[in-house]
């Protein structure tokens, strides 16, 4: 007589505490022996309640938030936060500000993707690279701290402009940089791209087709992935400034892991293209926009003038006030569409700031991109999602 | 009830100030979002076609109000038509309207739920706004989008709004055994509990927030103009 053995589906912690878990990921894994069933993510354990603290912050006082949410592309979130406000009161800023702004989005969009990919590599097993990429990321950390004295959160990027200047000799630097760099992701990309073992793990793993794409929310890389042209470098707000730099956008044909790995690593000769027609061609001239109601005087003036002194105490102490309404303002951030909705009611501190992060969308797929995978390639999958808790649990 | 019909609509954006020429450059898009409207006619409240103006070949911007009650029919249209087949979700947001104007307090529309799309093959978003009062119980989109399935979450846990046809509604951000809804206007920015070890009884629990001081909110009117909203974009 035949005996039925009746199997039960395992289920199996990860995390938080996992190094292949980018921060702070508790999933509770359904597995059919070593194959994955269901994997509910728990996310929140790095809430910090953002949302709320941006409410009763002035403008100004909100802007450092921003560094800290994905806190490996720290200035495309000061970005998107400062444009939205000058996008609500409707300033323009001068030219040398706005490719400044370029020149470094697209560091941070360096500095973003040499982590992603290496902390990748690693998960899957070639520790070497990630070597190589936290040498690069010092120099452009170092970079960061000449501009705006902080290796991290930089807060450099603010309403109205920029912070501070930069001085020749930073962009003669970072021009220096760009030129060895390029043979850095060199090396990087011929460690890896050609690796038997490395392809074992990444390719036709985590394939996502379009419809599902657009299903899940997802934007920049994993949307592009799957074939579809799309990048808000090209389509949205700052299209008119970049135009002129960016030349082609990479995009996948299979949307699996190694189609993301692949393009992470053009994307990063396309950022250099792009800082490098950007410092040729930087204009000399103001980096603050001259609308006095929302920017400090400068310093100089401070020393030698009351009123200018009443005035940058007023601002950095009261704020500004702006009247009621809603906007959505959003950029490409090195993960995808970084956006902040903020809805204002004439008064100097939002009334409320929604944060639209885009590794929370990518991350609540890992449920359906990770199915009947192998236990081992969750890890693969967690790591081409370029997961940053920061971002994800706000 | 749509307020404006196609013609009147299209006479006002051509009427307005200095766009005339982002609205020839932009012609298809507009019609493309009219079409859109006509589309769910029946169900719209009041309707606000945006541009953005600083941009020349940016987005149409488009922002409907609608009753809470349809919803999940406007959607559904929206979604199963070919005017916007190519939709990405890219955000529900919740505003809580309790102390929106000073004194006044709305209650019988207390949170404003925003929806977001963006039609990648167009280039252009679109804001779908309902306005209800609390206890109303949303219908919930996760059928027809799966990314709005942890959205709902965020909003069921921060605000506490309850979304009718959501299979797994549970907590999302805040911590497991949290009380209480974070970003509603009456949740205290300091909240009540606080995590702290015990040294007597060797362990971290949640205990009464014990504050030094009370937080202080400088807030006064400030004597200085108010500055204005020159261009707003969705």
Redesign the interface.
């Known amino acids: 007589m035949l005996k039925f053995k009746e199997v039960k589906n395992f289920l199996l912690n990860f995390g938080p505490q996992h190094p292949a878990a980018h921060g702070v990921l508790r999933l509770i894994l359904e597995t059919d022996g070593e194959v994955i069933k269901k994997a509910d993510s728990h ?2 354990l790095l ?1 910090r ?1 953002t ?3 941006l409410e ?1 912050k002035i403008y100004t006082q909100g802007l450092p938030y921003f560094d800290r949410l994905d806190y490996v592309s720290m200035m495309a979130q000061e970005l998107t936060f400062s444009m939205s406000i000058e ?4 300033i323009t800023i001068p030219k040398r500000a706005m490719y400044l702004r370029v020149v470094f989005l697209e560091l941070t969009r360096i500095l973003n993707h040499l982590l992603a990919l290496t902390t990748h590599a690693l998960d899957v097993g070639a520790m070497t690279p990630f070597l190589w990429a936290f040498e690069e990321r010092e120099k452009l950390m170092e970079f960061y701290e000449r501009v705006s004295g902080a290796r991290l959160h930089a807060n450099f990027i603010r309403p109205g402009g920029l912070a501070w200047d930069c001085n020749s000799s930073l962009l003669y630097d970072i021009f220096n940089w760009l030129n060895n760099f390029e043979s850095h992701i060199f090396e990087l990309e011929n460690v890896l791209i050609h690796n038997r073992i490395f392809k074992q793990r990444l390719v036709n793993i985590g394939v996502m087709p379009a419809f ?1 794409a ?6 920049g890389v994993m949307l592009r992935s799957t074939g ?1 042209k ?1 990048d808000l470098r090209k ?3 700052l ?2 400034l970049y135009k002129d730099f960016l030349a082609k956008i990479p995009i996948g044909l299979r949307g699996d892991c190694y189609d993301r790995f692949l393009m992470r690593i053009q994307e990063m000769y396309e950022s250099c293209f792009i800082i490098r027609n950007a410092l040729e061609t930087l204009p000399e001239g103001n980096i603050m926009s001259t609308n006095s ?2 920017i400090v005087p400068p310093r100089r003036n401070m020393r030698m003038d009351m009123e200018a002194l009443i005035h940058h105490f ?1 601002l950095c ?2 704020g ?11 950029l490409e951030a090195p993960k995808g ?1 970084f ?1 902040v ?1 903020l ?7 939002p ?2 700031c ?1 944060i ?1 992060a885009p590794g ?2 990518h991350l ?2 890992l449920d ?1 991109m990770s199915y009947s995978h192998m236990l081992a390639d969750l890890v693969t999958i967690i790591g081409t999602q370029d997961i940053v808790f920061g971002e994800v ?2 | 009830m749509i307020i404006l019909n196609k013609n009147q609509i299209f006479n006002r954006i051509i009427n307005k100030k200095s766009d005339k020429q982002l609205i020839t450059f932009n012609k298809y898009k507009v019609l493309f979002m009219l079409d859109l409207i006509s589309l769910c006619s029946d169900v719209v409240e009041s309707v606000d076609l945006q541009f953005d103006t600083a941009v020349t070949e940016g987005h149409i911007n488009c922002s409907i109000s609608v009753n809470p009650v349809n919803i999940f029919y406007t959607i559904l249209m929206l979604t199963s038509s070919n005017l916007f087949c190519e939709c990405n979700l890219i955000a529900i947001t919740c505003i809580d309207n309790l102390v929106q104007d000073k004194f006044i307090k709305n209650l019988d529309k207390r949170f404003t739920l925003t929806y977001i799309f963006l039609d990648v093959k167009n280039n252009s978003r679109l804001n779908i706004n309902i306005n209800f009062s609390e206890g109303y119980i949303i219908q919930s989109i996760t059928s027809l989008f799966k990314s709005a399935n942890w959205l709902e979450r965020e909003i069921f846990d921060l605000f506490g709004i309850f979304f009718a046809g959501h299979k797994d509604l549970r907590r999302i951000l805040t911590d497991y055994g949290f009380q209480g809804n974070p970003l509603k206007k009456d949740f205290p920015l300091t909240g009540y509990l606080e995590l702290r070890y015990d040294e007597y009884k060797k362990y971290v629990g949640y205990k009464n927030i014990d504050l030094m001081q009370e937080f202080r909110v400088f807030n006064t009117e400030s004597p200085w103009e108010k500055l204005e909203i020159v261009s707003f974009t969705l």
């Open positions: 996310i929140g809430h309640g949302e709320k603290l009763n996008k609500v009161l409707g599902k657009f299903n899940w929310g997802y934007t579809i799309w389509t949205g707000f299209n008119n109601k929302i007023k102490s009261e500004y006030d702006i009247f009621k309404g809603q906007s959505y303002f959003a569409e956006g909705f809805a204002t009611s004439n008064s100097n501190k009334y409320r929604y639209r929370f969308f609540q797929s359906e649990d706000r």
